[in-house]
């Protein structure tokens, strides 16, 4: 990116410094800041989990390649079971290296903290047992005390190391795992069979059973799934809370001793048959059916990483800068303009990111000063951005990491996932545009000058490259229907490619690098046309190193063969590029700060600063920077949904589900609305305590069949349950991404937190509207609608057309009722009354439903949900809004007439 540097500078003074936006962040998600050796070989780790992810998107699970001189060189092949296995290892052994075991500042820390001074006090500071005691806690604080996030202690080294043995073990010994299925899990041989060329295991396993030890006798299979299982609670303690670990810990013991529930007691439905430890620790470690290595981690592998490491790539390139640079030249000075930029660059970035908080934080550097230095109060502008972080992750294409679970576990092709989600997402940022609008007329908050922004033409002019990713995106995933992880892996490429072409395009080298590489791909394209095979194959037959065996391609199939090395031939050329002409300058290459400063970094630890300069240095920098963003950010994810998903494994092996569903059948009492009520409440509860990736695997493992059997559509009740769970991110007295946000706002955190929640309601009722109204998703029948649909004019008009547009028109009273203002002021008596048009607008169904409940308590049965009566409602909800719409604007003073402001507010500081 490219932009006048006047321009470009004053965004980045009015932002947050980057180290006290580091603080912010490490203290909300407390996560260690490393330096030296252990920077690099956490990197490292990052880094190598990326490759070993890449490899699995582009090659599958078969790890063979291909050498010049060797030819094909295979080395393993790796079953399902293992590869997820090592996806999880990597998880647990970031996670050990990221966050700390405890930094003495919780509630049991202190009160082992107060034992010192408690011992002092009654025995003397020279008493021995006051001496043993202090000596105790400074052996317990080396082990295991990490205060300023910037040690790796001996505790975490011995879980790095145990969280080997498992994936050791898995990958090693298949075979006694596929037995294990036949013949129980303790049937499968102790430590010192398994390893009997160990030195020393033999004596060390008998001394222990001399003094009482089991492992001579015990499965190791038992041993490592044990293991494994408590090593995923600890590395879920520690990088995503207390709540979620005791919520998966409770179900492990809930499957060993939930037949202990007597049947005949209120909750008798919730006992189940008695299962022994092995079973339990068998299906929840070694299946891919149930438990950590089941359906979630699948997603995750196959899915989820490609598409954070997509986004770290993509946010690498600085294309993250570029887009809020391109956001605020095109809003910035409109009435609210900072806001409305805020709105749609963290939107987006949120859907990159799949975090709500790591979102808030770094887009809110950039965002929250100048909404604030344009008349927003402190609190609004952190609520607008967490709310728009947060909302990111219901935006399509990318949605975090929900849309793939949806995928997987609806059976949903990704297309419609995202075709279903499109238009809810755009109504609730439809939502927050008209409310931060509404703030901006009623406290006559202006924009940024013309002359303090970059200029439209110009970022678009020179970024435009950043957009093709994400077209290519949509393009793999809508049209071409290529699977989603090789459309990401493509994507991938694609952006590296992009990359490599712009760090080697400048005045002097575009026309031999366009034309090497227009060359080289007619070249491959004609090698294709005559021998079947790409250059490089066709040479080595032409020198006798290889023979070619495919028939030549039609010129068709060529030119797609072709399209698909493109991305390879691009990088491969840029490369020899940049390393032919070292000190080029690259003019449109501007990478994000984080590239820049790891490129520096390196550079100062080899003694060469200049080398920071350089181009092709910092271009490989920015793959190894990617790479280990990506890690880092998916180790949470991956974390999240290994342990989640031991709740539905619990919940499918103990035969749970349908005496769960009864139960909360018989608590909803049949009402749909109860039912839909009672799981928002869940949703947010739960949410507040736990990543939404595992809110949802455990909400939707307990509730989806209640939902569904209630005449839910599969993808409406899914997506109702994700929209909730996002409220709990700004739903007060949790809400760590508006808490987030106050920190950078520099704001009072609960008002920042309420206004947060109040923003973000739009995430209550467009669940209810799209459940009731599936037309709005785009489906009928439980299908993505086609165009003869479109053509039936009864249906689409009833279905489709009237509720998405009584949707945004409910969004838009809503947007009234919150803020208080339209084109003047609005009194306590219109906000009721604006509500009630909302409501009437969007879900005409609840006070429909509301009154079927209470004649129904009365004896009398009705059916009032049917068209005729929704859409005569929704008729009154439109004519009320209107109504109320005339006579505020007559009331609307001259000075608020919705006009752009190229200058400050007043009170701009």
């Known amino acids: 990116m490219s932009t006048d540097t006047r321009d470009t500078d004053s965004l980045s003074d009015d932002g947050l410094p980057e180290e006290e936006t580091e603080d912010v962040l490490q203290e909300v998600e407390r996560n260690r800041t490393h330096r030296g050796l252990t920077a690099i070989f956490v990197a490292l780790v990052g880094v190598t989990f990326s490759a070993f992810q890449m490899w699995i998107a582009a090659r599958g699970y078969q790890f063979e390649f291909t050498l010049p001189v060797a030819g094909e060189v295979s080395l393993v092949s790796l079953q399902p079971l293992q590869v997820f296995t090592i996806h999880v290892t990597f998880a647990l052994v970031l996670a050990f290296l990221l966050y700390p075991p405890t930094r003495g500042d919780g509630p049991v820390s202190r009160r082992l903290g107060a034992v010192e001074p408690a011992a002092r006090d009654r025995f003397g500071a020279d008493s021995p047992v006051t001496r043993a005691l202090e ?111 005791g919520l998966v810990a409770g179900f492990i013991v809930y499957a060993r001793w939930g037949y202990l529930v007597p049947r005949d007691s209120p909750v008798g439905v919730l006992s189940i048959q008695p299962e022994s430890w092995g079973n339990i620790v068998y299906n929840l470690w070694f299946t891919t059916e149930a438990g950590v290595m089941s359906t979630p981690v699948s997603v995750s592998v196959r899915f989820i990483y490609i598409f954070i490491l997509f986004g770290a790539f993509l946010e690498m390139s600085g294309a993250g800068k570029w887009f809020i640079d391109l956001a605020y030249s095109l809003t910035g000075t409109k009435k609210g303009g900072p806001a409305k930029a805020s709105v749609v660059s963290s939107g987006f ?107 439209a033409l110009e970022s678009l002019r ?135 400063e790891a490129a520096r970094a390196g550079a100062s630890a080899v003694d060469r600063p200049s080398l920071s300069s350089n181009t092709a240095y910092r271009f490989g920098t920015f793959i190894l920077k990617s790479m280990d963003s990506g890690a880092r950010t998916a180790t949470t994810v991956v ?15 103990t035969g749970l589900g349908p005496n769960l569903a009864a139960l909360i059948g018989a608590i909803s009492g049949g009402s749909m609305l109860v039912l839909l009520t009672l799981t928002g409440i869940a949703a947010i509860l739960f949410g507040m305590g736990m990543p939404t990736t595992a809110m949802y695997i455990i909400l939707v493992a307990m509730l989806e069949t209640p939902l569904v059997d209630a005449g839910i559509g599969v993808l409406a009740a899914h997506l109702f349950v994700l929209y909730f769970g996002l409220m709990a991110d700004v739903t007060p007295p949790v809400a760590v991404a508006a808490f987030a946000a106050a920190g950078v706002a520099k704001a009072e955190e609960l008002k920042t937190a309420t206004t947060a929640f109040l923003l973000s309601l739009n995430k209550i009722l467009v669940p209810f509207a799209f459940v009731f109204s599936p037309g709005i998703l785009l489906v009928r029948d439980g299908e993505v609608i086609g165009w003869s649909d479109v053509a039936d004019v009864g249906f689409f008009t009833s279905e489709v057309l009237v509720p998405v547009v009584g949707m945004f ?38 006070p429909l439903l509301i009154v079927e409940g209470l004649l129904g308590l009365l004896g009398i049965p009705s059916a009032l949900t049917i068209f005729t009566i929704t859409a005569s409602l929704r008729g009154i909800g439109l004519a009320l809004l209107v109504g109320l719409t005339y006579r505020n604007r007559s009331r609307e003073s001259p000075t608020n007439a919705d006009t752009d402001v190229s200058t400050p507010a007043a009170g701009d500081v």
């Open 462 to 596: 020179t970024g435009w490259f950043y957009l093709v990713p994400i077209v290519l995106l949509l393009y793999f995933l809508v049209i071409a229907r290529f699977s989603v992880n090789r459309a990401g892996w493509y994507t991938i490429v694609s952006i590296v490619a992009l990359i490599a072409v712009v760090a080697a395009y400048n005045e002097r080298t575009r026309v031999p690098l366009v034309g090497t590489i227009a060359v080289l791909s007619l070249a491959q394209a004609a090698a294709y046309v005559t021998t079947g095979a790409g250059v490089v194959d066709a040479v080595r037959a032409a020198v006798g190193a290889s023979s070619v065996a495919a028939e030549p391609y039609s010129i068709g199939e060529a030119a797609v063969a072709t399209a698909s090395d493109l991305g390879t031939i691009i990088i491969l050329v840029s490369l020899a590029f940049l390393l032919a002409t070292r000190s080029a300058n690259s003019p449109l290459l501007e990478l994000d700060d984080d590239v820049d």
């Open 135 to 245: 000596r105790l806690g400074d052996v317990v604080r080396w082990l295991a005390v990490d205060p300023s996030l910037n040690r790796i202690t001996p505790l975490d080294v011995l879980l790095l190391v145990l969280s080997l043995l498992p994936a050791v073990y898995v990958v090693g010994n298949f075979d006694q795992i596929r037995n294990a299925a036949v013949f129980g899990i303790h049937s499968t041989p102790p430590v010192q069979e398994v390893y009997p060329w160990l030195p020393g295991l033999e004596t060390l396993v008998t001394g222990l059973a001399a003094v009482g030890g089991p492992f001579h006798e015990t499965s190791y299979a038992f041993v490592v799934g044990v293991l494994g299982i408590l090593l995923v609670l600890e590395a879920t303690r520690r990088a995503l809370g207390g709540l979620l670990m």
């Open 639 to 653: 974390v999240a949904v290994a342990a989640a998903g031991i709740v539905p494994g619990v919940i499918s092996v």
């Open 349 to 455: 970035m949120g859907m990159l990111s799949g975090s709500s908080i790591a979102n808030t934080v770094t887009t809110g550097a950039f965002t929250i000063p100048l909404m604030k230095r344009s008349g927003y109060t402190p609190e609004f502008a952190g609520a607008v951005e967490s709310s728009a972080s947060s909302g990111g992750q219901i935006l399509p294409p990318v949605m975090g990491a929900a849309a793939f679970l949806i995928m997987e576990l609806t059976g949903t092709p990704f297309a419609d996932v995202i075709i279903a989600a499109t238009l809810p997402a755009i109504a609730f940022f439809f939502g927050m545009w008209v409310m931060v609008h509404f703030e901006a007329a009623r406290g006559g908050i202006g924009g940024l000058s013309r002359e303090e922004l970059p200029d």
């Open 809 to 846: 028109l409910g969004v838009y009273a809503l947007g009234v009722t919150i803020i208080g203002y339209q084109y003047a002021d609005v009194d306590s008596l219109e906000r009721g009354l604006y509500s009630l048009a909302s409501i009437l607008l969007m879900v005409p169904e609840i």
